[in-house]
């Protein structure tokens, strides 16, 4: 039996969940079963760790230079072109387009050649918390219509799957729910004791540290957690805040804790290789997401014990029942997480026990099992649409 071509599309391959989830899929592919080829816009920075073992594994990348995130109408039409090459190139049995923008552009290009099945994962949605009204009112229509040109939906929750719903994005029938995989892994190997970290990053032993993991962006609500960890300092003066990440409201988040008086307690890491390490160090972890379609980071911070506090948006409920496997609080209220800080801050008996509870929690989310389970949805669509036969190959260069 020949190998399932399968097309994957994404604008980029930076260290965010939409990246990581997708480059976990292509890398855990079984080569004998299928064939397996990354189109993928500008990425800045060296490839993860997760990008070489897919290219060890024969997954195929290739650039395309105008497949960028924000709208550009030039040079989406140039990505758009580019794509139409490409599928004209081979013939795909599957493709698969992640995130809203690669979305639109790849399942256009995809319907109007010779596939055989159209997969899209939103990897949560920009219907809120990201635009303003205008430009996510036309997102939205552009959703409703981009649903159209596929066969198969993927939501990472039950959460992101009735949002996408109630916009009226897709039918019920065309939707699965697949939940985010981690590769565990990475986070088990430990090079360094917390103790270690600690001394690195200028923290001391007595010291509770507060942290957040994640691109530094005003979707993920980094903000409020400055104004509220200003909140906490002066209760608890050993309290330091700990960014792990990068992103365009850097500069942004450093004027903020100046102006509210945390500068000096307050550190950024900017993004790290060993996350299992430094979260190791953490003693409360917080995710203060206007919009979060599952949150990866808050799964990996479980995962190795860190007790968590999220806002309740998307699909974190699914991870966390609040006062069990962390704390709940409502998005955009710094006071609520204020709060929640404080009683973590002051009740060690109450973090290790959330702690317990929320390593169990994470367990359930290894990528073996996301892996799985869209290769049996790809192999699924393959038997129900054969390929048809594609239009003359056009000639490109993987990178």
């Known amino acids: 039996m020949s190998r399932l071509r399968v097309l994957h599309i994404i604008t980029r391959l930076d260290p965010g969940g939409s990246a990581e989830n997708t480059l976990l899929t292509v890398a855990g592919m079984d080569p004998e ?26 997954v195929r990348f290739v650039r395309v230079p105008d497949l960028v995130r924000a709208p550009r109408p030039i040079r989406d039409l140039r990505a758009t072109a580019f794509l139409r090459r490409l599928l004209r190139s081979e013939a795909w049995d599957i ?39 205008i430009t996510t009112a036309a997102f939205v229509r552009l959703e409703r219509r981009a649903a159209g040109w596929c066969d ?31 590769d565990f892994r990475t986070l088990d190997h430990v090079a360094a004791s917390p103790q270690a970290v600690r001394a690195e990053l200028g923290i001391g032993p007595g010291d509770l540290v507060v942290a957040t993991l994640g691109r530094l962006t005003a979707v993920k609500g980094q903000a409020d957690l400055v104004r509220a960890f200003a909140d906490l300092l002066p209760k608890s003066p050993q309290a330091r805040l700990l960014f792990i990440g990068d992103g365009e409201q850097q500069a942004a988040l450093r004027a ?31 995710l203060p997401s206007h919009n979060e379609g599952m949150g990866k980071a808050l799964v990996e911070a479980m995962y190795v014990g860190c007790p968590a506090i999220a806002t ?39 973090r290790r026990r959330l702690s317990d509870q929320a390593i169990e929690r994470a367990r359930m989310y290894d990528s ?28 490109l260069q993987p990178s």
């Not at 979305?103 to 109007?112: T, V």
């Not at 009735?162 to 029938?173: A, T």
């Open 33 to 58: 079963r299928f064939d397996v080829t990354v189109a993928v816009g500008p990425t800045a920075g060296a490839p993860s760790p997760t990008e070489t073992a897919a290219r060890q594994r024969g």
């Open 95 to 133: 493709v698969h387009t992640h995130t809203s923008k690669a979305g639109i552009l790849g399942r256009w290009a995809a319907s109007r050649q010779r596939v055989g099945a159209i997969v899209h994962t939103p990897h949560g949605h920009v219907f809120y918390g990201y635009y303003g009204a």
């Open 152 to 182: 198969r939906l993927v939501a990472l929750t039950a959460a992101d799957l009735e949002d996408h719903l109630r916009f009226g994005v897709g039918s019920p029938s065309q939707w699965v729910i697949v939940h985010s995989g981690i």
């Open 256 to 286: 903020l804790t100046v102006k509210v008086g945390v500068a000096e307690r307050t550190i950024f890491a900017g993004w790290r290789r060993d996350v299992g390490d430094v979260l190791r160090a953490v003693d409360i972890f917080a």
């Open 312 to 350: 309740n948006v998307g699909g974190i409920p699914e991870l966390i029942t609040d006062g069990v496997q962390g704390l709940l609080v409502p998005p955009r209220k710094p006071s609520f997480l204020a709060t929640a800080l404080r009683r973590l801050a002051n009740d060690a008996t109450l």
């Open 368 to 395: 073996h099992s996301m892996v799985q389970k869209l290769c049996s949805l790809y192999e699924e669509l393959a038997t129900a649409a054969p390929t048809r036969t594609s239009e003359a190959a056009v000639a």
